[in-house]
Every structure is written in structure tokens, then in C-alpha cells.
């Protein structure tokens, strides 16, 4: 499964799932039409850190 | 406009959102805004052609992450809070007919990879505590627009029912050390009269205590407390049930069966809840192929549901449908 993050004009979090031939892609494998790839927002960890000292 | 206005009666959070008056209704065929945008076409939410599964958020969300400020003020009597959260549309396929029950098993189970994305990603916020997975489908229900999709509400808080549904886990966990939900699938296997289907890790039944003449709760045999928890197998096998599940329901009278599907799991407050136990809960409004179950006065008014038919009858009924191969 790849994940690919984009923003919509207005701001909005737009995400495309990608699944090719019956098996998870990796973050490897090339994703057709993902040229926007190097754009994709980061995952945000710094999230992660402050829920996990809730 | 969007805030939380605090009911000190009945001690729940009630959501306004006068912004949601305005939103699309019911769109004519070649106007719908959830189909990829078609070349020289009009711009939709999604600009690729086409996609296996798209999430964005919502265009006119109940909650959002930067909410504004609340259009009235707070006071002791009546709390009000800013509507936090998140609300998100899933996109089950770029095409614009048909519905989860048409999607294939290996779809499916490409669904609940997503489905299950979204619980880590939203309930991995420092501000979400919950995060309800859902579809409405049907106009039975309220549907707006008819491309198949559901939604996703990540909350700021639990929710009234969940926090109900916890409180019952919660006193269950306490006097006998058990989760209430295991007990409750060992029951149902005993009994087997609300069986409807049943597969290697799931089993899905008609409760003893059930609302909706065709409601079906789908649950995993093992513990497991959210989507989170599964192997690769018990997802595939989760695909299988459901598609099962919603073949029965539109088989039952040869048409779409319009439900609400939602699905409860373990908070993400980061707190203990040993009683939390994956689940998906299907309620019907049709008691009859054109009746339907009425949310009346006794059901709206006094919080009792009056339900006119009998969980083994109806589970009978569902259990007979053939569905074939899946």
C-alpha cells in the first residue's frame, strides 16, 4: 500500500491509496502518475511523541 | 459556523454546524463531486482520473483540526467548546455506480488496509481520542450523494454511545475479569439461533438485544481490540464476512439494503481498556421491503428502542439468503 499526500487548493488533506496486482506495494515500487511523490507531506512524528506523553 | 455545545441534562457534547446547510444534495448524473475530475470537466474533490481509494477532509466538516472560535460564549450553565476533530470522506472507487457490495473480496480487504491507516494515522493525534469509521448509504438514510463512499469522524472526546458502551465494558471487566464483547461471541456460538454467518475469525449475528429488525454486528472470535490488531489473514478473513454480510442484506428482498455501518473499537486516549473489542454494527431502517423503522417518540424521546420483530426470526431469515462464491 502507498500512501501519497496532497493539499486541495482550499488547504484539505487529499490521500491516494495505491494497491497493484493482489499484493501491497511498497514504498520502493514505482506508483504510476506519482510525480508528485517528493512533494508528499512528511509524516508528522512529532504528533506521535506528544500523544504518547498524554 | 461550527462549535460544541455542552447539554448539562443529559451530560453530552452537542455539535452545531449551520455551514453543513448548504452542502451538496443529492447532485444530477455528471455533477458529481466525488467522481474523478474528467478532462475539460468541472473541477471535482478528486483531480487524478482515477484511484483505487482516496481520503480527503470533508468540505463542510463537523469538526476540524484549526476550528474557529464559538459564536457564543461560554458559561457555567452552558459550556461551549470549538468543534476539534476531524472529518474525512473515503472513497471506495473512482467509479460512480454501485456500492460496497459490489466490491470484491480482494478490494475489500484493500479497505480495511485503509480503513485501518486512518485509525493509526487520526488516532496518533495528540488532539483525537476517537476515531468512528462509518457509511450511510441510501437515501433511506440521508445520503447526499450516491458515489460510494463513506466517512470517517475523528473526535476530541468519546462520543455518548462510546462512552456508555465503555462504562458496560468497564463494570463487566470488574466483576468477572472478562471482556464483555468475548463473552458475548461465545454466547452467541453456544446459542446459535442469531447466527447469520460465520468464517474462520469472524462470526456475524443478530444481538439478543438488537434495535433493528436486520441488525447485524460483525465480531472477531479472538480478542482484538481495534482494526490495529489484526494480522494480514484476519483482514482478508474480515473482507470475506463483510462481503458475505452485505450480499445477504441485498439479497434478502433483490435490492441495495440501505444501512448505517459503524464500527467500534479502543478509544485512542492512550488509557487502558482491556474491555475494548472490535466490532462492526450494521443498523437497517427497513423492518419490511417498504417499511421503516421509525427513530419515534418512545425511541427519541425516552431512549427505549421498541424493536417489532425477534432477533432469531430475522437472523434466520438473513441466514437463508444464498450468497454464492464471494
Known sequence: MVKREER?????LLIYYTFVGGREVTA??????????????????????????? | MSEK???????????????????????????????????GGFPTEVPEPSYDFVVFENKFPSLKLDPSEPAVESSALYPVQPSLGVCEVVLYSSEHGGTLTDLPVPKLHQLVKVWRDRYESL?????????FIFENKGEAIGVTIHHPHGQIYAFSYLPPKIEREIAGEEKHYAQTGRCIHCDIVEDELKQGS????ESRDFIAFIPFYARYPYEVHIYSRSHRASLADFSDDEEVDLACILSEVLKKYDGLWNFSMPYMMVMHQKPTDNKSRPGSHFHIEFYPPLRTPSRLKYLAGCESGAGTFVNDTLPEEKAAELKAVAVGAL
Open chain 2, 194 to 197: 442469531r447466527l447469520v454467518a
Open chain 1, 8 to 12: 486541495m487548493p482550499d488547504g484539505r
Open chain 2, 123 to 131: 488516532g496518533a493525534r495528540p488532539e483525537i481520542d476517537y476515531v
Open chain 2, 5 to 39: 455545545r455542552w447539554n448539562p441534562i443529559l451530560c453530552e457534547w452537542v455539535v452545531t454546524a449551520t455551514h453543513r446547510q448548504d452542502r451538496t444534495f443529492l447532485p444530477p448524473a455528471g455533477y458529481c463531486p466525488l467522481c474523478p475530475t474528467a478532462p
Open chain 1, 28 to 54: 520502493s515500487d514505482t506508483v504510476p502518475g506519482n510525480a508528485s511523490a517528493s512533494s508528499s507531506l512528511p509524516t508528522d512524528t512529532t504528533d506521535k511523541k506528544t500523544k504518547e506523553s498524554k
